[in-house]
């Protein structure tokens, strides 16, 4: 939210912030979408960009709105992925229990079909740049056929570093 919020309030554009209360992540990922493509629907913007993060599935929300944003170009700020993300030291507790901890790749999967709707992609630093798409390759060669490994390439091309920007004012001493 504090990205969102900074990016609105120094930002040169006027920014519409569609957004959902940050708690359930996973659902978030799955359901997120469709109440936002709702949303969007019903109201009246016409942007000139979408710009939304990692959390969201792009390609649904993209389905759901393709009478207006098919010819809106997209981007998706990658602060975190599903696929590098560390696991908790206790996989038996907290959000990842159902998966004993274990890695569910299908947000992972959500990450990678959404870079691949965005047309550009911005991470928030080189370590997670260069990490996420070092891993996607192991990634993919576990589906059995059509793994879109050629994909990799494309991404690559679409992606660059965008660094979060940081309000230091705020650590100012008051007199």
Excluded: C
């Excluded at 260069?130 to 091309?157: C, I, M, Q, V, W």
């Amino acid at each position: 939210q504090a990205w969102a919020d900074g990016y609105r309030q120094f930002s040169t554009q006027s920014v519409i912030q569609l957004t959902l209360p940050a708690r359930f992540w996973k659902w978030r990922m799955h359901g997120g979408a469709v109440t936002l493509a709702r949303r969007f629907l019903e109201s009246d913007p016409s942007p000139d960009l979408i710009l939304t993060t990692d959390m969201l599935d792009l390609t649904t929300f993209l389905a759901l709105t393709r009478q207006r944003t098919s010819t809106i170009p997209t981007a998706i700020y990658m602060h975190e992925n599903q696929l590098t993300y560390p696991l908790p030291t206790d996989g038996k507790s907290g959000p990842m229990r159902r998966q004993l901890g274990e890695r569910d790749h299908h947000y992972a999967f959500i990450n990678f079909a959404s870079m691949m709707a965005a047309d550009r992609i911005f991470f928030n630093s080189h370590f997670h740049h260069d990490s996420l798409l070092a891993a996607l390759p192991n990634f993919l060669k576990h589906f059995p056929e059509y793994n879109e490994l050629g994909s990799l390439e494309t991404l690559r091309r679409k992606s660059e570093v965008l660094p979060v920007g940081i309000d230091l004012q705020r650590l100012d001493k008051e007199d």
